[in-house]
């Protein structure tokens, strides 16, 4: 039974340009057979808590003296770090906000990325290692090559590095951009460009869904 684990973290519930992507990338996943399924974890509508004790970054026999995190945030970790175990591709809406990640997307890496649990650190587990990850990145200005934003995000590269590089899962990147090119005057120009971006990232994210699900 192959199982998505669908993630939003966009703050916006009518217009969201990251959750009709990955909306797409559900149903598509969906469409491939009865057994496609879905779980689904909305980080705007049922927010997280911030990562309540550092004690939580570390595996219970790696803590030190003092860090005694209470029962119920480490069953809340359990049971984050049990779902993406389960699932066979997981697809996370990743909206850039202020050049970097929804605070609600960052709660939920704080606390799925433990060391010594999901991070080898004395032992060599790795449990999430090769999972396909699709992240999907919508943001209202360009971040292309030889624009003025080049290099400035900050959205992407750490979801590259806490999941690709550091829990081991296969990333793939979609982003849409521009996206504030139908609100915002400076913008409106690029309109052409924004739409072509948005036509592109539906294409990747049908294609991807296809692609990963097969392989389920
Ligand atoms: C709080 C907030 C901060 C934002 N910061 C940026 C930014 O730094 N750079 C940018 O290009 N767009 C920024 N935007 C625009 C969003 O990235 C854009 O609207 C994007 O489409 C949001 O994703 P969504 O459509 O899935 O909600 C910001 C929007 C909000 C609400």
Redo the contacts with the bound molecule.
């Keep these: 039974m192959p199982q998505l684990l669908h993630i939003d973290s ?3 519930l009518t ?5 009709a992507l990955t909306g797409l990338f559900a149903e598509t996943w969906r469409g491939l057979g009865d057994g496609y399924s879905v779980v689904r974890r909305d980080l705007h509508r049922d927010p997280l808590p911030h990562l309540p004790d550092a004690g939580l970054h570390y595996a219970e026999r790696l803590r030190v003296d003092g860090e005694t995190p209470d029962a119920e945030a480490e069953k809340l970790q359990a049971e984050l770090i049990a779902e993406v175990a389960a699932a066979d591709v997981v697809v996370i ?1 990743a ?5 970097s990640l929804p605070s609600t997307l960052k709660a939920w890496i704080d606390y799925i990325h433990v060391l010594g649990t999901t991070v080898p650190f004395d032992t060599s587990d790795r449990p999430f290692a090769g999972t396909p990850v699709v992240v999907v990145s ?4 360009t971040y292309a090559p030889g624009t003025p934003g080049e290099g400035t995000d900050h959205t992407v590269p750490p979801l590259q590095q806490v999941l690709g590089v550091s829990l081991g899962m296969s990333v793939e990147v979609v982003t849409a951009e521009l ?2 090119a139908d609100r915002l005057a400076p913008l409106a120009p690029l309109a052409g460009q924004a739409q072509g971006s948005r036509v592109a990232a539906e294409e990747s994210v049908r294609a991807l869904a296809v692609a990963l699900g097969s392989r389920s």
């Design positions: 966009s703050a916006d217009t969201s340009v990251s959750r809406g909206p850039m906000y202020n050049w919508s943001r209202g200005n996206t504030l």
